[in-house]
């Protein structure tokens, strides 16, 4: 829906955006793209368009600690009738507070916490509650194999039962822990076609065609959203499956044996491998080993989420050996200033598609030509001569 339909269209209450301290960076990105738009719009007169042009949306929230590590949430200004879209990035761990004089990093579980004081102090004064949460917390705890909790489950329903009506997160590791709050609105969203305008704003030499290119799922979990880049795009799939060793645990998982390869023959292919996120880094980097095995030419990661819980070493030596050529991340979640720096890094900005979500959903307005981009592919196949 284009801006001019929106104006047609009343609000669901003043717009109000509080983007915790772990998504102030993005926040204030998202911000200043509504703030644009708005000052551009002409909406009919009325009283439902009072506040609908401001100088920024976001409310005035904070979340101070005592000495002890206990917090609690202060909004300095009202939220009184306003719709309200919480930003929080669960992943930020930059951010430190002290406990009796020691510095404590902050962990997923307090950036959960710190949501949750928030929408206590709203106290049920806005009109409604939108939360929107890049990485779902705790989405890797998404099923149960053994007696063990179910948190990813328990926290969406924590969120509905304070009053949270709608949930929309990116490239959910498992999308049917929805399953958890069939009443309630949960949208996953797929950043492909931000994937692919990154690609090609950046690689102006790139193919995207059967023959000079294919996409790689390094795992079967990930299949689906690379069978879904390479329909798009007009591309074959491949992918990897792990053979594990179930008789260890390391790191809280079953340690990978070996990767077995499936599919049409990658020699001489530039190659994408795909994945919602990159922990410690080192599947993909034995997937792109692999495939360097099968001389596969340039190889590109892309992952919604750059964790990089062990650095960026791997990938410094892979680049420079020529293992990979260039490494796609969101900036959904905290990047650090080193991996900005990288020469071979490509930044993948979702401040303006955040922005989109959060206008259109404001005029109560449907989201779903955001959900399934195909046409927006499309469009930018088409725009940088592809198709």
Same mark, same amino acid.
């Given at each position: 829906m284009?801006?001019?339909?929106?104006?047609q269209t009343?609000?669901?209450?003043?717009?109000?955006?509080?983007?915790?301290?772990s998504?102030?960076?993005?926040?204030?990105?998202?911000?200043?793209?509504?703030?644009?738009?708005?000052?551009?719009?002409?909406?009919?007169?009325?009283?439902?368009?009072?506040?609908?042009?401001?100088d920024?949306?976001?409310?005035?929230?904070?979340?101070?600690?005592?000495?002890?590590?206990?917090?609690?949430?202060?909004?300095?200004?009202?939220?009184?009738?306003?719709?309200?879209?919480?930003?929080?990035?669960?992943?930020?761990?930059?951010?430190?507070?002290k406990?009796?004089?020691?510095?404590?990093?902050?962990?997923?579980?307090?950036?959960?916490?710190?949501?949750?004081?928030?929408?206590?102090?709203?106290?049920?004064?806005a009109?409604?509650?939108?939360?929107?949460?890049?990485?779902?917390?705790?989405?890797?705890?998404?099923?149960?194999?053994?007696?063990?909790?179910?948190d990813?489950?328990?926290?969406?329903?924590?969120?509905?039962?304070?009053?949270?009506?709608?949930?929309?997160?990116?490239?959910?590791h498992?999308?049917?822990?929805?399953?958890?709050?069939?009443?309630?609105?949960?949208e996953?969203?797929?950043?492909?076609?931000?994937?692919?305008?990154?690609?090609?704003?950046n690689?102006?030499?790139?193919?995207?065609?059967?023959?000079?290119?294919? #996409?790689?799922?390094?795992?079967e979990?990930?299949?689906?959203?690379?069978?879904?880049? @390479?329909? %798009?795009? /007009?591309? !074959? &799939?491949?992918?990897?499956?792990?053979?594990?060793?179930?008789?260890? #645990?390391?790191?809280?998982?079953?340690?990978?044996?070996a990767?077995?390869?499936?599919? @049409?023959? %990658?020699? /001489?292919? !530039? &190659?994408?491998?795909?994945?919602?996120?990159?922990?410690?880094?080192?599947s993909?980097?034995?997937?792109?080993?692999?495939?360097?095995?099968?001389?596969?030419?340039?190889?590109f990661?892309?992952?919604?989420?750059?964790?990089?819980?062990?650095?960026?070493?791997?990938?410094?030596?892979?680049?420079?050996?020529?293992?990979?050529?260039?490494?796609?991340?969101?900036?959904?979640?905290?990047?650090?200033?080193?991996?900005?720096?990288?020469?071979?890094?490509?930044?993948?900005?979702?401040?303006?598609?955040?922005?989109?979500?959060i206008?259109?959903?404001?005029?109560?307005?449907?989201?779903?030509?955001?959900?399934?981009?195909?046409?927006?592919?499309e469009?930018?196949?088409?725009?940088?001569?592809?198709?």
């Open positions: 284009s801006q001019k339909d929106l104006e009343i609000p669901v209450g003043d717009l109000g955006i509080i983007p915790l301290e998504s102030r960076a993005i926040g204030k990105k998202v911000d200043a793209y509504i703030v644009g738009w708005r000052n551009k719009a002409n909406p009919e007169p009325s009283i439902h368009f009072n506040n609908y042009k401001r920024s949306y976001i409310i005035d929230a904070v979340c101070p600690r005592f000495g002890s590590g206990e917090s609690k949430a202060i909004l300095n200004e009202s939220v009184r009738g306003k719709d309200i879209y919480l930003l929080v990035d669960v992943c930020n761990h930059s951010l430190s507070y406990v009796c004089g020691q510095i404590n990093h902050m962990s997923p579980d307090d950036h959960y916490q710190d949501l949750k004081r928030v929408i206590a102090a709203i106290s049920g004064k009109r409604r509650i939108t939360v929107i949460m890049p990485f779902l917390y705790e989405s890797r705890q998404h099923k149960r194999s053994s007696r063990e909790s179910l990813c489950a328990l926290a969406l329903q924590e969120l509905t039962n304070m009053g949270v009506e709608n949930i929309i997160t990116f490239d959910a498992d999308p049917r822990v929805q399953n958890a709050i069939p009443l309630k609105s949960f996953t969203v797929q950043p492909t076609y931000q994937f692919i305008k990154a690609l090609l704003a690689v102006p030499d790139i193919h995207m065609n059967s023959q000079k290119m294919m #996409i790689i799922s390094p795992d979990g990930a299949m689906g959203r690379a069978i879904y880049f @390479a329909n %798009v795009a /007009g591309m !074959d &799939v491949g992918t990897f499956y792990k053979r594990r060793d179930y008789t260890k #645990i390391v790191e809280g998982r079953n340690p990978i044996i990767h077995e390869f499936l599919g @049409a023959d %990658v020699k /001489g292919k !530039d &190659v994408v491998i795909i994945d919602d996120m990159i922990s410690s880094g080192e993909m980097i034995d997937v792109a080993t692999e495939l360097k095995r099968r001389k596969a030419n340039r190889i990661i892309a992952s919604t989420f750059g964790l990089f819980t062990n650095g960026l070493a791997k990938f410094d030596d892979a680049y420079k050996s020529g293992l990979i050529y260039r490494l796609m991340t969101t900036n959904l979640i905290y990047q650090p200033d080193e991996l900005l720096e990288r020469e071979y890094y490509i930044n993948v900005d979702m401040s303006k598609y955040i922005a989109l979500l206008d259109t959903l404001n005029h109560d307005a449907s989201i779903s030509e955001y959900l399934n981009p195909t046409d927006r592919i469009r930018i196949l088409k725009k940088y001569h592809q198709k």
